[in-house]
């Protein structure tokens, strides 16, 4: 399986590190997008949680805390999770 590329923001890798330890999965945006990935939850569905992942947010701090706060409120987290 080939590892994902990292993201160039320190906070924000972290954070993506954050959300793939909780069972989320990166995907890569398409060459036109704007973002630059996306995570998914461990549901895997359309009606699973998503949330587009940023190259340059105004604020980089807060978009990891976004995406941490997205992960941990994932209604799609496993029984062993809550």
Known sequence: MPTRKKHPNKEIELAIQYAENKGWQYKKSGNSAHAWGRL?????EREGCSMSIWSTPKNTDNH???IRQKV????HRSEGEL
């Open 40 to 44: 998914l939850c461990s549901l895997h």
């Open 64 to 66: 990891a805390r976004q």
């Open 72 to 75: 941990n409120f994932c209604m």
